[in-house]
């Protein structure tokens, strides 16, 4: 992970750690692509639907296509807990006694070059349910992150291609 992030080491039994794409496209784009929640449903397998500011503390409501089922959709409500601009985005899902299932993701970008990057992300789950957690979820978790991934690199490769062309 990029040290200069700020990011926390998270245990590697309860996180979920999405492969690295590289993208032909610079970090400005895959960053317009991620914020621009009104769009998910056009690219993202996993998340199909988003609503947020963005601004640190506020919700993110997501409608997630469930991996356990397919064809059915889960809302999911998190809280940015980190952004900078071209590198980083991050929710949370805090500890509560009526859901104690705390999570964070982070989605990483990492420029190499001016018209490519790399992207990953993470899921971490916390407290004594953590590992539980890993136990059910950790395989589709990873699934629909590499799904996540791999759509990314093909929305903003696309836009780059149409932008180069249109100049």
Known sequence: MSDDLGLPDYPADTTVRSETVTIDAPASIVWE????????????????????????????HMT?????????????????????????ISWELLDNPIWPYPARRDQIIEADGPERCRYWSTD??????????????????????????????ARAEAIHAARKAAA
């Open 33 to 60: 692509v991620l914020t621009d929640l009104p769009n998910y449903g056009k690219w993202n397998p996993f998340c199909i639907g988003a609503e947020s500011t963005l601004e640190i503390g506020d919700p993110i």
């Open 124 to 153: 971490a789950f916390f407290g004594e349910n953590g590992i539980h957690v890993m136990r059910f979820c950790g395989p589709w978790v990873k699934r629909a992150f590499d799904d996540t991934a791999r759509a990314l690199k």
């Open 64 to 88: 997630l296509l469930n991996y356990t089922m397919p064809g059915q959709t889960a809302p999911n409500v998190e809280y940015v807990c980190a952004k900078i601009p071209e590198r980083l």
